[in-house]
Each structure stands twice: as C-alpha cells, then as structure tokens.
C-alpha cells in the first residue's frame, strides 16, 4: 500500500518547511450559516493563501524538496489554473526557473498572473495530448523537473498542511470535508487527520457530474472522469494514482451532490462569509446541506480550497 | 464646537463596551496591491462585522446606551440599507424590539435579512419624505426611540471603535483613509487617532460624482447632496451635523476620485484580497491610486466599510 510509505515524521517535516514559506490561512465561521445547516462549521479560508488557493503549499513544498542540481534547471507544469500560478511563485521564491505551459484558450487575466510571477509562459493547443508533449518537450530541452498538480508524494505532503493547521486552530472535529478533484487536498487531509486527529472523520466531496472518485472508490478501480459536467472547474480532473491508494485505504465516506445545491452552497458563503470563493469550494458545503441529519449539531471542519474566481463565471453561476 | 464634547474617556468606554458586542475584525494586506501602489496598506476588514458593515458598531453602542426605560419601548430608524440590518441584530442582540422603515423598492433579501434579525419591517413609499414621516408615526404610536444612521455622538463613539481596533493592530500608521457618506465612520476615525494616534493624519475620501463632504469643508457650510451620482451608493448620502462639526475640526484633507478609478480600486481588492466588498470600500484606495506620490513608502490604514453587495450592481460594476 503506497500511503503506508507517508509517515507522521514526513507530515510534521513538511508542515515546518511550509511554516516559513506560506500564510497560515484564517478559520472563520458564521452565525447565520450555522443555525442554518444545524452544525458548527469552521472554514479554513485557504483563499487568502498566496497565489489564491491551497495549491501553493504543494508546489512550494514540491520545489523545496528538489536537490540543488535540479533547481539549477527549474521547473516545469501545464496548468490553466492554480497549480500554473502556484508554482511560477513557488519558483520566484526559490529563485529559480519556472516554464509553465497552458493551454491558448487560458484567460489572459490567468497568463498575466503566471507571467507576474516572473514565470515563462509556454503557449499550446488546449488538448491534453498538446500539453503534455509540449511539456515534454521542454524538459527535454531545458532540464526542468516536472512538478504535478497532485499525483506527488511532496505535493500530497505539502496539501496536508492546510489541515493540519485547521486541526490546530479548531477543537473536537468531528468531521473534515474536502473537495475532490485530482485527490490531492483530499489525500493530504487524509494523511493529516489519520496521525493528528484519528477521532476526526474525513469525507470527500463531489458534485454527481464529476463523480469519478466516487465511483473509484466504490468499484475499487480508479476510473477516469470523461465529459464533467459541473460549474466546480477545479473538480472536472481525474483522481491521482497516489491519491487514489491513499483515498481507497483511508477514506469514511465520498458524499456526491446535485449542482443546484452548489450553488447554493456557493450564495450562502458570498452572503455570510463575504468571501470570494471559487465554485468547487462550496461542494463540501453542498453536501453538508444535503445530508443535515447526519452532521446535526456536529463540530465541521471544511477547506476553503481557493479564490481565484473569473467575475463573468462567478456571476452566471449564482444569478 | 461639539467635538469637544467627545472626550477620550468616552472613547474608551465605547471600546470596552463594543468589545463584548462586535467582532475585533482582522487586517488584510496584499503583497501585490502594495507593489502596485508603491505603500503599505493595510485593510481593516469591517465586510466581515455582524450584519455585514461597520454599521453594527454604531448600531450596538447607540441601544447600549439607553436607558432601561427607552429599552422597553424599542428603537426605530429608516434605512434600506446597512444601518437598518444593524440595528435590528443589535436590537436583537440587547433582547428589544426594533421597528425598521424600509422604502418598498429595496430589494426583497434586505428586507428578509432585516426580518431576520426579529425586526418589524414597515414599508413607506421610497421618499425621503414618506421614510421620516413613517418614522416619526412609528415614534409615536410606540414610544420607541429613533435611532439615526450616523448623526448622533453615540453612534460616532461606536463607530470609532473600529479605528481603534486598527490603530492597535498596526504600527506607526502614517495615514488612515475612510470614506464619507453621512460622515459618522469618517468622524469616529478622526477621534480616534486623534486621541490614540496622534501623529497619523486622516483623510476623508468620497466620488467626485458625490462631493458634499468636499464641498462643505471647503466652503465651511455644510452644504446638502443633491442627485449623486456614483456607484458607491453607500456615499449617496449627506453629511451629518454634528459630523460636519468634527471633520471641520480635526480633518486633514478630503480627496475625491473620478468613477473609472473606484472600478480600478474594487478589482483590485476583489482580485487580491479575495474578500467581498462594496464599492463604497474602493474609494480609499481609489484615492491612493490618484495620489500616489502623496502615498509613496508611507503606512496607510483603510478602512473597508462593509460586504453587503448585491451581485448585480457588483457584476455590472466591474465588467
């Protein structure tokens, strides 16, 4: 069993690296919402990381633990979202080289950001062939040490910190909720709540037309995810190969639900915790909404996993 | 002068009051924003304050203060907006009752957050006319005592809590910015450092298309705000009496910025503090903007009023 290889040792290691190199994001809660949903939520607002979500703990936990040699090549991804902008500022900060690839159809508002962070951005086509030659074709070329969004043992390691912080920050968790896209927040929440707060229990959430890790899970074979259909972009990937093991051994439960209902979920955190937040960080929400009996009065823990939202997106989705 | 009337003491009593009744709201940077702007900001967060807005804190001293006896037959106000949520939560919160008039062209969810805080609504035509004499009938069918939006000492005490916060959380401000509307943030702010921080100077910031505050400090007269025009709609409003009466005293300056620069401003926030703000909150830092050689290198407290937007006027904004 691969998760087997993780231990608390690599956990606490990477939670010291990190300590020193990401925010220390806030917990918030709301009055309103609780008496709603009829549970005690704390919301680990990982939107107020840098970069704009948790993925910048994985990428610059990824990038630390690269020998020295390989730093003096640099590193490279494709990535039309957060990962891209993670690790171009993982990189900048460790003063090395960043080419991150995406796709031409990416927003301009997403290039700058990659390019803002002093990264070269590469251009390709928008198919998944396209950029993965391309970035093939650059560490070839260059040297860079590709760095995954999620199918990484460093990266998991390094997504674990937002819950060992939330675990710190809160009291009895009864629960802990991720979203679950490539499983790499969801395995590292898996990872932390299994050595620093056993008593907690963990579920992964998804909306029903992106439920390729539900289906994994149930069918024990990792199944792709073909032709999603959610308003939760960060959840349309298919679950990691490493994520998928440690998910499969760890796991409570995968809760999928209905994209009404993330929207909802998605109005509700606008209104009551005024936060920007992108559409696949109100899925653990939704499924809280959807399954009230089962989390009645119960002490919730949920990651905020980003807040980098496009306006034209953000508004059509909640209108 | 009236704002002699306003003591230290009385300041103090406000915050020790507030302290048991308002969140201690947090401060946000951006590393990005500062770059951009060439100074160091700092964002007293009030969009995350019960009700949504600073206005809970000058809701919450006002009702403090009455006497056993005014309690009993409750408070009122007119407001279709922040002011009338506030001082339901904190008529709430005190176990009175408050009767709110409300204009019948405010948006149903303003009216059901107000309902939701226990208050009665009572719907008027939507002039200012039929909103006082609505207000005064309620007044004298039920005793109950008006509470006004921002002309009123207690009000200002409560308001300048939040600056007092501010000033704590940070070190060596060289600057505090707040924007004015009715003038009750902007007076409290000014008591504040004038007695807690003395060598921070304070300057008001309102729309060009909303210039009353500017107008009346610059004519000495307090001069009334006829047909606004800005999509800060918190700043529609005019000046009140006794806050004329303290800005004239204590303020440093009073910037005004065009339309395109408060757009400018709220995404810049939107995108780099990830936080939901209302286009009242931009005005401050749409000052900057405009002045940056004035701001260059220098500690700049702002204070971000209030996160009750409505998604449609935020979209159209800032498209």
């Known amino acids: 069993m691969r998760n087997s290889i993780i231990t608390r040792e690599q956990l606490l290691k990477a939670r010291e690296t990190l300590s020193k190199l990401v925010h220390k994001t806030p917990v918030f809660s709301s009055e309103v919402i609780d008496k709603k949903v009829g549970a005690n939520l704390y919301f680990k607002c990982e939107n107020f990381q840098k970069t704009g979500s948790f993925k910048f703990r994985g990428a610059s936990y990824a990038v630390n633990q690269l020998g020295s ?5 640099g590193v490279t991804t494709h990535s039309s979202g957060n990962h891209g902008q993670a690790l171009a500022k993982a990189a900048q900060l460790a003063n090395i080289k960043a080419y991150i690839v995406m796709p031409e159809n990416a927003p301009t508002v997403k290039k700058q950001a990659v390019r803002g962070y002093g990264a070269e951005v590469i251009i390709c086509e928008s198919t998944q062939a396209a950029r993965e030659k391309t970035c093939s074709g650059i560490q070839e070329k260059t040297g860079a040490t590709f760095i995954p969004p999620y199918d990484d043992e460093n990266v998991v390691l ?7 912080e939330l675990i710190d920050q809160t009291e009895g968790l009864d629960y802990l909720l ?9 395995s590292g929440t898996l990872m932390a709540a299994k050595y620093f707060s056993p008593n907690t229990k963990v579920i992964g959430s998804e909306p029903k037309g992106a439920d390729d890790a539900y289906r994994s899970i149930k069918t024990g074979k990792r199944l792709p995810q073909e032709n999603p259909q959610t308003i939760a972009d960060g959840l349309r990937t298919s679950l990691g190969e ?19 209902t993330i929207i909802k979920a998605l109005k509700m955190i606008h209104h009551h915790l005024k936060i920007m937040a992108e559409p696949s960080c109100a899925v653990p929400l939704a499924a809280i909404l959807e399954n009230k009996r089962h989390f009645e009065g119960k002490n919730v823990g ?18």
Chains 1, 2 share one sequence.
């Open 242 to 260: 490493i994520n998928f093991e440690i998910i499969r051994e760890n796991i409570d439960q995968i809760l999928t639900v209905e994209e009404d």
């Open 158 to 164: 390094g997504q674990s910190t937002a819950a060992q």
């Open 302 to 319: 949920i990651i905020i996993s980003g807040g980098n939202v496009d306006l034209d997106v953000y508004y059509e989705s909640l209108k």
């Open 178 to 186: 991720a979203p679950v896209g490539g499983g790499g927040l969801l």
């Open 69 to 73: 040699d390989q730093k003096k090549n």
